[in-house]
């Protein structure tokens, strides 16, 4: 399963089932485990812990240092799911000593062509990365969010679940739960309504949703007050409740 004209370092565990194609390098202190697939010319470095049923195309460089000048060469790691799909040219960072010193990719991810993941990131489940999005240190990406092509989100921004961010969108503050957001500095439009749909939330929850968005973005309340009147809305969809948490813990605050 391993083409003899790749390099696979000694130190390195790969499950039986693994398979890598020719001119790959994969480093030491690497494990990969069943039935991924590493194309040609993959570059992996470690520590990094690389889960089941991925596939790795051609070209990716995936564990190699974080782009961090106080980067001083300390053991951090990366961690990457199961059944994860990483296309070509894309580059997933270590973390750093001043986080966690993890950046973790959960399962089932669709990673576009030339995306950057930088270190410290938490990427969830089931996102859509689509080509040349870049991910700056410290971002959070929760489950089922999408990421159109060429945006870009700045260091520490949290993005949602559910939410759906625009063609070159430059995300410099959190994106709500539900939220559609585009422009070259992010705005709110509207909620991700067909994303929503997809992912087979009802009519009533969908309503639910809706009203939500209106407290927060087309009344005159605080932020915290508009968390509190959303409180009957989870009688109608229990996920409202993942808008509520997000909101109280914003750091960086939303976008307007």
């Known amino acids: 399963m391993i083409d003899p004209r790749a390099i696979v370092d000694p130190k390195a565990q790969l499950a039986t089932t693994v398979s890598v ?14 039935h991924t697939w590493i194309g040609p010319h993959v570059v992996i470095n470690g520590p990094t812990r690389i889960g089941c049923y991925n596939r790795i195309f051609q070209f990716a460089s995936v564990g190699e240092e974080p782009q961090d000048k106080k980067y001083g060469g300390e053991s ?6 199961d059944r994860n799909t990483i296309r070509e040219f894309v580059t997933i960072n270590r973390g750093t000593v001043q986080d966690q010193g993890v950046t973790r990719v959960g399962d089932d991810n ?20 689509a080509n040349n999005a870049s991910l700056a240190g410290h971002v959070h990406v929760d489950d089922y969010a999408i990421l159109g092509g060429f945006a870009l989100v700045t260091q520490f921004c949290h993005i949602g679940q559910y939410s759906f961010s625009a063609f070159a969108c430059g995300i410099h503050m959190d994106v709500p739960p539900f939220v559609m957001a585009s422009g070259y500095r992010a705005e709110p ?19 639910a949703v809706r009203q ?11 932020v915290e007050q508009a968390v509190e009147d959303m409180q009957p809305l989870v009688t109608q969809c229990s996920r409202i409740a993942l808008l509520q ?5 914003s750091e960086r605050g939303i976008i307007r």
């Open 21 to 34: 194609g020719p001119y790959s390098i994969i480093g030491p202190d690497v494990e990969i485990d069943e």
């Open 76 to 81: 951090t790691r990366l961690d990457i799911g």
């Open 110 to 129: 669709w990673i576009m062509a030339y995306v950057h993941i930088a270190h410290d990131c938490r990427v969830g489940n089931n996102t859509i990365l």
């Open 189 to 207: 439009r509207g909620i991700n309504v067909e994303g929503l749909r997809r992912h087979r939330f009802t009519t009533t929850e969908i309503a």
């Open 212 to 222: 939500a968005y209106r407290l927060l973005y087309r009344s005159d309340l605080r």
């Open 245 to 249: 948490d997000f909101l109280r813990r």
